[in-house]
């Protein structure tokens, strides 16, 4: 409110005629006007009683006081603070009102003492406080969850209201704000309420702990996945598993999704990716040991033992042996493969052998190969006539064994050889004559008779 003050004089001329001088009167008038804030006028004072001092009520309702109380006088232009404080414990001050409205957000504040202060003083006032022994909680809840009862709840000194709060699948509960409290699953509980305060639920998204492990040795998780990992929610991770040599990814199990199996060697490497996640998990590898195929090969005029059934499935780094036979009027030759000792043979002794394989590291053949023995010379023969006098013809028939591929028939006579199988010889002389046959076969030459 604003004043204006205005000096009025009035000047009065009184003429006589029969007086030689004249007399001058005078007096001061003073006008206080007061305007709003936006210039309207509020009031006008004129006169010489304008108020020098003013009036100021203070009333306190019950359980507190107000300092100064009743009626205050101050001078006109002058500031007064009054202080409102509660007396009774658990109580505070609810609201101070100047002339009816309500100051309390203009109030300054020392501990639970609310002041306010009137200045420049042209008016009577009134101020009232009043006090209450309840308080505002204000819950809140952010995104992902809710809190319920959501809105301001008015509650009494040292009382410990509660609050539910529901976090969306797959999100957890953290509660703030000014109440302090525990948090008992879904149940918030606050501390002792003993000023207005507030509760406010914030909801993270659930993380879990996705470890991975070996289960029987013989591979590695590869360093590019270390365990464990932390995930969040609903979300997915995998594990690189690798085996050793000689040794292949079996299975890969666990997190929340169908198991890997396999039985292929040549997986030695395998990553495994989880389901979405849900609690804290374990991913579980197992290797097993390579196995391979052991084939046993007979060539022809031999055959594999029945002992020795091929193939064979043989653990990595393992051995395994086969017995092969040659058939009659055969031989060994050569055993070979899957990293054995190759064995080469010559006698026609040599029947049977058993063979054995090297440290299996893949599939593999073992060959053997026969070769027919040399032959036993031997013939028969006949003569026509049987006997007489020269010539003499003879009939030679070749029956080595085993059978030959090629002959030198040498008749004793002097004649030339013959390479026939079965030859016919004339013997022009008379006499007594050796025969003798050579024979040969892919064994060789033939072994005397």
């Given at each position: 409110?604003?004043r204006t003050s205005m000096s009025k004089i009035l000047f009065?001329?009184?003429?006589?005629?029969?007086?030689?001088?004249?007399?001058?009167?005078?007096?001061?008038?003073?006008?206080?006007?007061?305007?709003?804030?936006?210039?309207?006028?509020?009031?006008?004072?004129?006169?010489?009683?304008?108020?020098?001092?003013?009036?100021?009520?203070?009333?306190?309702?019950?359980?507190?006081?107000?300092?100064?109380?009743?009626?205050?006088?101050?001078?006109?232009?002058?500031?007064?603070?009054?202080?409102?404080?509660?007396?009774?414990?658990?109580?505070?001050?609810?609201?101070?009102?100047?002339?009816?409205?309500?100051?309390?957000?203009?109030?300054?504040?020392?501990?639970?003492?609310?002041?306010?202060?009137?200045?420049?003083?042209?008016?009577?006032?009134?101020?009232?406080?009043?006090?209450?022994?309840?308080?505002?909680?204000?819950?809140?809840?952010?995104?992902?969850?809710?809190?319920?009862?959501?809105?301001?709840?008015?509650?009494?000194?040292?009382?410990?209201?509660?609050?539910?709060?529901?976090?969306?699948?797959?999100?957890?509960?953290?509660?703030?704000?000014?109440?302090?409290?525990?948090?008992?699953?879904?149940?918030?509980?606050?501390?002792?309420?003993?000023?207005?305060?507030?509760?406010?639920?914030?909801?993270?998204?659930?993380?879990?702990?996705?470890?991975?492990?070996?289960?029987?040795?013989?591979?590695?998780?590869?360093?590019?996945?270390?365990?464990?990992?932390?995930?969040?929610?609903?979300?997915?991770?995998?594990?690189?598993?690798?085996?050793?040599?000689?040794?292949?990814?079996?299975?890969?199990?666990?997190?929340?999704?169908?198991?890997?199996?396999?039985?292929?060697?040549?997986?030695?490497?395998?990553?495994?990716?989880?389901?979405?996640?849900?609690?804290?998990?374990?991913?579980?590898?197992?290797?097993?040991?390579?196995?391979?195929?052991?084939?046993?090969?007979?060539?022809?005029?031999?055959?594999?033992?029945?002992?020795?059934?091929?193939?064979?499935?043989?653990?990595?780094?393992?051995?395994?042996?086969?017995?092969?036979?040659?058939?009659?009027?055969?031989?060994?030759?050569?055993?070979?493969?899957?990293?054995?000792?190759?064995?080469?043979?010559?006698?026609?002794?040599?029947?049977?052998?058993?063979?054995?394989?090297?440290?299996?590291?893949?599939?593999?053949?073992?060959?053997?190969?026969?070769?027919?023995?040399?032959?036993?010379a031997s013939f028969t023969f006949v003569t026509a006539p049987?006997?007489?006098?020269?010539?003499?013809?003879?009939?030679?028939?070749?029956?080595?064994?085993?059978?030959?591929?090629?002959?030198?028939?040498?008749?004793?006579?002097?004649?030339?050889?013959?390479?026939?199988?079965?030859?016919?010889?004339?013997?022009?002389?008379?006499?007594?004559?050796?025969?003798?046959?050579?024979?040969?076969?892919?064994?060789?030459?033939?072994?005397?008779?």
């Amino acid at each position: 409110m604003k004043r204006t003050s205005m000096s009025k004089i009035l000047f009065l001329f009184m003429i006589a005629a029969s007086l030689p001088t004249f007399s001058t009167f005078s007096f001061a008038d003073t006008a206080n006007i007061y305007y709003d804030d936006v210039n309207r006028v509020v009031r006008e004072e004129y006169g010489q009683n304008i108020p020098t001092t003013f009036t100021i009520a203070a009333m306190a309702g019950a359980n507190g006081t107000i300092s100064p109380a009743g009626t205050t006088t101050v001078n006109k232009g002058a500031s007064q603070t009054f202080s409102a404080s509660p007396t009774t414990p658990g109580y505070h001050v609810a609201d101070v009102l100047a002339d009816g409205v309500s100051v309390l957000s203009r109030c300054t504040w020392v501990g639970s003492t609310a002041s306010y202060t009137f200045t420049n003083i042209t008016t009577d006032h009134e101020i009232s406080a009043t006090f209450t022994n309840t308080y505002k909680v204000t819950p809140s809840a952010g995104d992902y969850g809710g809190i319920n009862p959501n809105t301001v709840q008015t509650v009494a000194y040292n009382s410990t209201p509660s609050f539910t709060v529901s976090p969306n699948t797959g999100y957890h509960a953290a509660i703030g704000g000014t109440c302090g409290g525990t948090l008992t699953g879904n149940t918030y509980t606050t501390n002792p309420i003993t000023a207005d305060c507030t509760v406010a639920a914030t909801f993270d998204i659930n993380q879990y702990s996705v470890s991975a492990g070996i289960s029987g040795g013989n591979g590695t998780l590869d360093v590019t996945t270390p365990s464990p990992q932390t995930v969040n929610y609903n979300s997915t991770t995998y594990f690189k598993f690798n085996a050793n040599t000689g040794y292949h990814v079996s299975n890969v199990n666990g997190c929340f999704r169908v198991d890997y199996n396999n039985s292929d060697n040549g997986v030695s490497s395998y990553t495994y990716t989880t389901g979405p996640i849900t609690a804290n998990c374990m991913v579980t590898a197992i290797f097993a040991k390579n196995r391979y195929h052991v084939t046993a090969s007979a060539g022809p005029n031999g055959s594999l033992d029945a002992s020795t059934p091929s193939p064979k499935t043989i653990d990595y780094n393992e051995t395994t042996s086969f017995t092969f036979n040659a058939n009659t009027n055969y031989h060994i030759a050569t055993v070979d493969g899957c990293g054995g000792t190759p064995y080469n043979n010559t006698s026609p002794a040599v029947t049977n052998y058993s063979y054995s394989t090297g440290l299996v590291t893949a599939d593999c053949v073992v060959t053997a190969t026969f070769v027919i023995n040399p032959p036993v010379a031997s013939f028969t023969f006949v003569t026509a006539p049987a006997s007489g006098k020269a010539p003499l013809r003879a009939e030679f028939t070749d029956t080595s064994t085993p059978p030959a591929s090629q002959w030198d028939w040498d008749f004793g006579d002097g004649s030339p050889h013959s390479h026939q199988q079965n030859p016919v010889h004339i013997y022009e002389s008379s006499g007594t004559f050796t025969v003798t046959l050579a024979a040969t076969n892919d064994g060789g030459p033939s072994v005397p008779s």
